[in-house]
């Protein structure tokens, strides 16, 4: 975002007057001849690029990893969404800003539109799952035949998935067993919590008015990705591509569990426009992924037996053959 050119007005004065006159300076008190036009100008560009390079100083430590009982945190935005990365164990400062460095790499890829091996196989993964979803999930946008064209398509629905993978692969890397990744509601979490247990992360109930809970349910994760698409989360921005408006399949909320957050993010997407009854089927009749979470219209939560070991909820809900 271009910054507005701010006036200096210390950063000038880097002078201070003293009893004696510097050598080549004019005498205290004796009017000094008026510098150029051109001198003026040098003077003030230094000067404004003094400000920009103390201001990119203070962006950048504001992003900085900030040492926590047990290890590291970062915050950032990247994606239009305020993320987080926290890791425990020694080196854990410069692993999270190791992995907040790769997923700001991969933002400024997809905001420029540069080609590169991540953007590649963001595309070529996209494609894979338009295949298995029968075009439920779709980066194109209408009218637009080849997404890897470079142009006419939405990589909004699979893009922070594949950061939370490469900020867990980043973290890995460097040593890293503990860690809680969260992309703006991609949550992966790497390895187990420092007490040995495994990271619990609660799901939004979409109608919390009169609920019992805030929490349709809570997973246990270890070494998986959690992703959520509904109305709360980005229901208004999910397009079913066989009508081009939006999703309406009857489903309030849908969380994807597996080993994967970018394909749990394709096809948190892909479920909200095929609904429960095509989603249950195509995870029975493939592996892709662990299992799911249906939260309905009506508030009836309903889940797949591969996830049944993880999942605890202070409502009812049935768990799907």
Not at 120 to 132: C, K, Y
Not at 155 to 174: E, F, H, M, N, T
């Amino acid at each position: 975002m271009p910054l507005g050119r701010a006036k200096p007005s210390i950063a000038l004065c880097s002078q201070a007057r003293t009893g004696n006159a510097p050598a080549g300076a004019e005498p205290l008190g004796r009017a000094k001849p008026s510098p150029s036009r051109e001198t003026r100008l040098r003077a003030r560009r230094r000067a404004y690029a003094s400000f920009i390079s103390l201001l990119c100083t203070v962006l950048l430590c504001a992003s900085c990893a900030a040492k926590t009982a047990n290890g590291a945190a970062v915050e950032f935005f990247a994606m239009d969404t305020v993320m987080t990365i926290a890791a425990n164990g020694a080196d854990s400062e410069a692993a999270v800003n190791g992995a907040r460095d790769a997923v700001l790499a991969l933002g400024s890829e997809i905001t420029d539109g540069a080609s590169s091996a991540d953007v590649d196989a963001i595309l070529s993964l996209a494609e894979e799952m338009r295949g298995l979803t029968g075009g439920a999930f779709d980066i194109r946008y209408p009218g637009s035949e080849n997404a890897a064209a470079g142009s006419g398509f939405d990589l909004g629905g699979i893009a922070k998935g594949y950061a939370a993978d490469l900020a867990a692969d980043s973290l890995r890397s460097a040593g890293v067993t503990s860690a809680l990744i969260d992309l703006g509601g991609n949550i992966y979490a790497v390895g187990v919590k420092p007490d040995g247990g495994p990271w619990r992360v609660g799901i939004r109930n979409p109608f919390p008015d009169g609920a019992d809970s805030p929490y349709a349910g809570v997973l246990s994760l270890t070494d998986l990705s959690a992703v959520t698409s509904g109305e709360y989360e980005r229901g208004a921005h999910i397009i079913d591509p066989g009508t081009g408006e939006a999703a309406q399949s009857g489903l309030a909320s849908i969380t994807v569990i597996g080993e994967s957050s970018a394909v749990c993010d394709a096809l948190a997407t892909a479920f909200y426009v095929m609904g429960l009854e095509k989603s249950l089927g195509l995870l029975r009749d493939t592996d892709v992924a662990l299992g799911a979470v249906f939260v309905s219209n009506g508030g009836a939560i309903t889940i797949t037996r591969g996830v049944a070991e993880i999942f605890t909820s202070e409502s009812a809900y049935e768990i799907a053959d």
